[in-house]
């Protein structure tokens, strides 16, 4: 399958496009509401979205009339794009499962650290200048249990991310790993 012209209708990272434009692919990063996506989409081989557009049925109807066959959504999940109707009409649908991983497992973590050492609070008096530090010494999270509920690729990251604090880590999951060395709740 060649692939010769883009649309990217939502915002890319600079890497990957430089990954596109390597290859000789031309790309087209003006974004497109529905009407004019409606009637510029089979001038495209590809379409990449992220969550806010909406590729449904009459999109995809009309990029199979023309060049269109992939649709690739940058980030985790299909929600916004009718896969079923897409594979119908021979247009292969692609997602980036892992894209939001570390990040969301991150902001969890980053979360936790927050509420336990009291971060928001304690900035807020030092830029009132007070220095409160034992008001908002908090606690500290090395050693502590941490549960899980659900161990995909975020809640192992998050795992992970707890390792370098010493963390007991309990997890519930519908469908438990084997062989992981963890503990589940049933």
Excluded: C
């Excluded at 530090?133 to 659900?150: D, P």
């Excluded at 010493?166 to 438990?176: A, E, R």
Aim: aromatic share 8%.
């Amino acid at each position: 399958m060649k692939i010769n012209k883009i649309l990217v209708n939502e915002t890319m990272e600079e890497e990957g496009l430089d990954l596109f434009r390597k290859e000789g692919i031309e790309l087209d990063l003006e974004k497109k509401d529905s009407d004019e996506l409606l009637e510029k989409i089979s001038e495209y081989d590809a379409l990449i979205v992220r969550s806010k557009t909406k590729v449904g049925p009459d999109i995809i109807e009309a990029g199979a009339k023309g060049n269109l066959k992939m649709i690739g959504r940058s980030g985790v999940g299909y929600d916004n794009v009718d896969v079923e109707f897409a594979e119908e009409h021979g247009i292969i649908v692609k997602n980036a499962p892992h894209g939001n991983t570390n990040a969301t497992a991150e902001f969890a973590f980053g979360s936790m650290l927050s509420l336990a050492r009291n971060i928001p609070q304690s900035y807020a008096s030092l830029k009132d200048g007070k220095w409160l530090k034992s008001q908002y010494m908090g606690v500290e999270l090395s050693h502590k249990t941490l549960g899980i509920f659900g161990y995909g690729r975020i809640g192992e990251q998050l795992h992970n991310l707890s390792r370098g604090f010493d963390m007991k880590v309990i997890v519930y999951d519908l469908f438990p790993k084997k062989d992981k060395g963890i503990t589940y709740l049933s």
